[in-house]
């Protein structure tokens, strides 16, 4: 395919991220790194970039004390002549984070970065710089375009392991090279604290790094922002992070098990003494945007929302839904009626509208949980449902009234060119949709591709709803439940664009990078 290569990056961040790594003292399994406090700031949590456009990007770090954030590019790794930005100053009221927004970059060039932070009383005094590299997006469509998609990171108990090296499978991300990676969801798991080990089926232990914050459900902001730290004791995520940015949005677990607005966890669930989900919620968005560089979420950003369009030039947009924040509460979902749905009016309306002004060839349709696949709620001991579908393969209730206004929409302003992405389920597969065989008619054929778990415990294939007329062409998951990382069933996806002929290529890997399974799509079609 005709994509444009960068054979020198990944080389390049090698020095700078073991410089970045050696920030970072020692850590002891069971205890959280102690980071090495001299008279200068120190950044050991490393650097990450996100939402990156044709002339922008973020860029975030994190402090271990107050500090002034500086942002030093360059089109090489000499930083000959270097162009400065100068950021936030990084404080406890966000946890010593912070995000720089880069802007008048070169389209579709390597960017070169580093990050310094000074001591906001002495200037001069600043940490070693903390350097990384990303590729704005171009405006020529033989370029082509490469990205990765997976979710669910730290859950069932099955945390950093360093018997096995940790997140490995950041490193096999990694070696695609590619322009960025959209993490569906589930980021953290607040509700799934992390004890030092667990006992295999084959007798063994697993062994997790530990932090007080993950020693009990997250309820305060101190608790959720620990969450997210968490992950970041990881060497593979901290220089897959230095070296791809990410496009990042929210799902159930980083505030609660299937939570919806209005939730009251049930006096019965003694972890909790915070029983609105609403407070819960308010104080892990907050921390969700201090730890991530998403610009809908920055501070001063007007919108607040999770949910918006990311323009990847003139072969892709990708629409990042919400699919939490606005839905209604989850029930048997047998409604005949259902405006609110799972997306809430306002969010369908934006999405609709973004849908038909989008000129790209592809439209992405990043969906935190799937459409046709049944997702069970049994945690108020009725059975409720958590996604779109309810297993009744007739015509559509409930949340799939909404999904199949949009799917009409689609087909009659005849927007081509949509493909939906997610995680959530814990295993991998491939689902084609198709009118022939569906209760609901009016739509064109459309793919849905599924993939995760990062590092969690992996699930037995979700049972198909028929509203839509699902065909599941692949999967791969385990018999049985919470199988841990260590018995394999840990995925990603990737999607490449081809830049001569446009064609879409979805390829869906083990964490090795080991493809299982190839679909490639033509452009130009309704749906798809």
Known sequence: MSHRPFPGRRSVLRGSLAASAALTLPVGLGAAPAFARSGRPQAGWGVQT?????????????SDRPARMIVETSATESFRNPRRFHGPLLDAGTDFTGTTRLHGLPSGEQIHYRVLLADPDDPRRTCEPVAGAFRTVSRHRRDGVRFLWSGDLAGQGWGI???????????AMAGLDP?????????????GPISASQALPDGSTWRNVTTEEKAKVAETLAEFRGNFRYNLLDDNLRRFNAQVPSVIQWDDHEVRNNWYPGEVIAATDTRYTEKSVDVLAARARRAFGEYFPISTLRPGAKEGRVHRVLRQGPLLDVFVLDMRTYRN??????????????LGREQLEWLKR????????????????????VVPDTTEGRPNFEAVAQGDPGAPLGRELQIAELLRFIKHRRITGTVWLTADVHHTSAQHYQPSRAAFTDFEPFWEFVSGPLN??????????????PERVFVKAPTASN???????????????DGG?????VRLREQDGTVLFTKSLQPGRVGQ
């Open 161 to 171: 392991n360093p018997d096995r090296g940790g997140y490995r499978i950041y490193d």
């Open 179 to 191: 322009d960025f990676f959209l993490c569906s969801g589930d980021n953290i798991y607040a509700d």
């Open 501 to 505: 002929s446009g064609e879409l290529t």
């Open 456 to 469: 969690a415990g992996a699930f037995p294939a979700s049972a198909l709803d028929g509203t839509f007329g």
């Open 50 to 62: 996100g939402d990156v456009t044709t002339d922008s990007g973020l860029v975030w770090v994190r």
């Open 329 to 342: 509460a989850n029930s048997p979902d047998g409604q005949t009626v259902d405006p609110q749905g799972i």
């Open 483 to 497: 199988v841990s990382p260590a018995g394999g069933y840990q995925f990603f996806g990737e999607v490449d664009i």
């Open 354 to 373: 973004e849908l038909s002004r989008s000129r790209a060839v592809w439209k992405v349709i990043a969906a935190d949980m799937p459409i046709g696949l």
